[in-house]
């Protein structure tokens, strides 16, 4: 598993927008970092930390990891100190179990819907996320990977079933960390994204909603070795 990743150490955000606008910001930021693989699981956090990496106050830090410590993807330690939580093995197993049936059906919505523009931006990142396994390079592989499902997932235009997989993106996220090296030994993963494009320019539901849990069982193949109960 990759030490470290160095996803803290971005720009800092405008302090010239609201209060408001500053604890969104640093939710969106952590959210996106969480979902794909920017924190590690059982990284510890502090809300000065955060604030520092950030540029903002302590009250937008506070007020964003509330938010993600209701949804489950963060745990308080004490009053100063944040966990990412460590899934065990059935806790993921679950999660699996319910992907399987979500990712594959929005995914068939968005066979219909994407556009030829959106597909080709598709393409690029499937790209990059080739050259990521390629040259072992762990945070920009979940992130092109992460990139590549929510963009088909997203354009489903089911808004409420997106919001559901992206919750479940924010459990399992930190966990993929996990996959590496092993994972970068493999192309399969690529293998399915590429079957994943093809059904796409076919407008194919069921053949992409195949492509997509392809693409998770193997991932998952890697993960249960590794996870404790």
């Known amino acids: 598993m990759p030490s470290n990743p160095p996803i803290l150490n971005s720009p800092s955000i405008d302090s010239q927008t609201s209060s408001q606008t500053l604890a969104e910001q640093t939710y969106l930021r952590l959210h996106r970092a969480l979902m794909t693989g920017g924190l590690l699981p059982e990284q510890v956090l502090t809300i000065r930390g955060i604030a520092e990496s950030y540029g903002v106050s302590l009250t937008p830090a506070r007020e964003a990891i509330q938010r993600l410590c209701a949804a489950g993807a963060l745990t308080i330690e004490n009053a100063r100190t944040i966990c990412v939580p460590r899934l065990d093995i059935e806790t993921y197993r679950e999660i699996l179990k319910i992907r399987l049936e979500l990712e594959p059906m929005a995914a068939h919505e968005a066979a219909y819907r994407m556009s030829n523009e959106e597909i080709e931006r598709l393409d690029g990142v499937m790209a990059d996320h080739l050259e990521a396994i390629k040259a072992g390079e762990a945070h920009r592989t979940l992130t092109a990977n992460t990139d590549f499902h929510m963009s088909i997932y997203r354009a489903s235009e089911q808004a409420v079933l997106v919001g559901i997989i992206e ?50 069982l193997h991932g998952s193949s890697y993960l249960l070795r590794w996870l404790k109960p």
């Open 167 to 216: 919750s479940l993106y924010l459990r399992v996220g930190p966990t993929l960390n996990w996959l590496f090296p092993q994972y970068c030994g493999s192309l399969a993963g690529h293998q399915a994204h590429r079957s994943a494009i093809d059904a796409l320019r076919r407008r194919d539901g069921n053949a992409l909603a195949q492509a997509i849990r392809d693409d998770l």
